[in-house]
């Protein structure tokens, strides 16, 4: 039986998809929860156990593609919009609006990681579209 996450112990409430966007908190435990997804999807593509880590370049063209980019500052640099999308992921994942498992599968389908990751950014703000 899978342990149920209490998310009121430690994550705040967030007024706007925005303020989700910027957490950099939030961005830190995105980090390691997008890097083991994408290891995992990989892997399975692969028939192979792959680690990987995902490059910012890939998250911030994502995050372009996916119409998120006109959430965040202007001045916001390669780096900070792939904090935005990490952030966002791991808040889908904690807010149940994507299981681990629908990521799994968004990201072990096509061959550019760039246009899957702009799929599962799409298809988390559409999910979350009426809890924020």
Known sequence: MA??????RFL????????????KDLAGLGDIY??????????????RP??????????AEAVKRSGLRKML???IDRHA???????LIVYAWIQEAMSFEDCLKILGEGDDPTDAFTQLLQEIEKRLGATL
Not at 3 to 8: F, G
Not at 51 to 58: D, E, F, M, T
Not at 81 to 87: L, P, S
């Open 34 to 47: 997008v890097n083991f997804v994408h290891s995992l999807a990989l892997s399975q593509k692969l028939q």
């Open 3 to 8: 342990a149920k996450i209490k998310v009121s």
């Open 12 to 23: 705040k409430r967030y007024e706007s998809l925005q303020e989700v966007l910027l957490d």
């Open 50 to 59: 792959k680690g990987a880590k995902v490059n910012n370049r890939i998250l």
């Open 81 to 87: 919009q792939g904090n935005a999308a990490e952030a």
């Open 73 to 75: 500052p202007r001045r």
